[in-house]
């Protein structure tokens, strides 16, 4: 029998595949004017000009795009700008003129005319082969890739010839796939002022300028005044610029960043170590140092070195008129400012200069800044209040993966650290010094009042102190009416604090449910399969046979084990009972080393040591033993968050007691980042928090518990590095003590 010998078959991609690139991997018509913007910066273009003719209805009208680049030549034509997936751009990383980093790589932008209507024209004029010479292609009916034909038996006819003329590339584009209302080519407008990276544009004259040219759109033609949508009031002036470019039409980036009243700038190093500057415009006061340091977690991957530059706003009526009459605005109503602060808003990303798109529009909140206000508004800062700029590296330097759509990154473990490391910094740094500074400044309400200072207020010894002057059967009356009011009060305040008591013994519970899952779930899930496996062999161990010896030696071990489970849910569950906020009788005394220890088991999954310095005596505490645990459960959970956050070495938490007194002085302190000064003075304040996500009551709610047997809670703001936190409590001095 012969050897039979392998045959070759080829792949023969159907015309359609053309259409399919454009319709497919470019998300809408305005992306694919953005394509042919990025190909005339890649060619080396200083300009680029987008013109509407109307008729702009689906089937007429035309989009011509024009620009000054190296041009084409045929056999760019057919061997880069007609092959889809072409690598030129990946192989060439820069142009071949101004050595521009390449912003296509993909190999479809090209595509984009597809996409925006059903026929083209193509005009390129191109000098690289020492000849200058104009191709042209006068017209290419995209109606001819929808057929059953193979790509390889389409053609497409063209002329060349010498020319005198400029350099450049022109794609007229006529019958639209669509129609572009006013509203349509607004958002173009938008979306072409956040391409260019204001950074890139300002200070001296840009060298790639772009320009959308609306001057033949009128409301007879178009059902819209194209100058009034996109025109400037007096032209530009610099030379440099052709007389023949619509000079009214330049599309600049938004300038409103310059009117902010918050401003933050500096840079992430690869490492995570944000360092810049904060500059709180409103109170005047210069840029002050901003630091942060965000380690790695599992799973994140390198996103390069990051360039940040927020501009904040705050959105009263009152100040945003202010701002916009800042940044030229003229006098509008609050309304009206806000909607033009709406167009601006939004955490755009830059790559080379250029944005990658969908980051920035209003619509897209990849920073989750909105759902992270819901939280708390006074504080957090909503993604319509910020305008944000954030530079990262190019692609080749750095992991961050733009989708084959060209419509944002990858969800990779670079975006997922990209994006922790800026919400990191609006919720360590930029959030609380802005919230610090509109309290100080009355703009905000400041959040720390205490039981305490409300049981004082109805005293009422203000009003007390008036009636003094009342003649003395006035005063008597006047002082029976404020004594009942005053007692009435002091019940509802008991009545208040009472149930806040409940609701913080909740939330303290909240706070370790994942103390419960981690450390009782497994226990729980050994009782239920041990259980089911010795009441499944149960008749074998009452039955002689090779079974019965089996399952006999298998049953001391397992028992033993099912023991241990067992004594570690139940004192999982008792550990958990002071928590519950039951019904509470008098203060009694307990013992505080049993206490903290059962509040450290608690986190013994965690890799920090809570390490317990044992006291030279034996003492106990007077109060309710719930109050003080709540209060150390808190602490703890702070610390660790803190410790396991900022990955520190060998972390620990250290409990020390000593004596002053009458009093107990139990000191928590952790080896951590510790709390910067600035913010020592507001860590009990009430929703205040540093934490992304963080509740801000932890502490808050530690104050109060301990408030309630007698006992304080302080911050030791000396203490380094780390963080030490200070309980004061009622010692018990027996009977007659």
Known sequence: MSERVPQKIQFRPRARIIRTIGDQLISGPEAAVIELVKNSYDADASFVVIKFQPPLVEGGGRIVVKDDGHGMTVDDIQEKWMEPATSSKVVDRASPKKGRRMLGYKG??????????????????????????????????????TSDAYLSDISIEFLDQPTTEPTGTTIEIFELNEGWSQEKVNQLFLELRKLVSPLHWSGSAPDFRIFLDLSECTPDTAGFDGAALVGWSGEIADADIEADLPADYEVRPFELMSTADYEVDGWFEEDGTFEGTMEIKRAGQSPQPLSIRVPFLPGEESCGRVQVKLSIFDREADVIRSTMRRAGMGELTATKARQLLDEVTGVAIYRDGFRVRPYGDLRNDWLTLDTRRVQDPSLRIGHNQVAGYIGVEPQDSSDLIEKSSREGFEENGAFVRLRRLVQRLFAEAVEPRRQTFREAAGLSRKRNTTFDEVRKLSEMEKIRELIIRFPPGEREKAEQVIDQQSAILADRIEQLQDRQRLLEAKSSLGLIVGEILHEGAPSANFVATSSARLKANWNSVLTPGPRSVEVKADFPGRLDLLAQAGVRLRDLFQNLRPLAGG????????????????????FEGHKTFINLVPPNEVTELIGYREDFTTALVNLFANGIHWLEDAQSVNPRIDVRIAWDGTDALVSVEDNGPGIPEEFVERVFDIRFTLKDGGTGLGLNIAQEALARSGGKLFLDPEFEPGARFEIRFPRYRGPQG
């Open 108 to 145: 479809i932008g090209r595509f984009a005319a597809a996409k925006l209507g059903r026929k083209m024209e193509l005009s390129s004029i191109s000098d690289r082969t020492g000849e200058r010479i104009e191709v042209l292609i006068s017209e290419i009916d995209w109606s001819i890739f």
């Open 583 to 602: 019904k509470r009788g008098a203060p009694i005394a307990f013992n505080v080393v049993n206490a903290i220890r059962d509040a450290a088991k608690l």
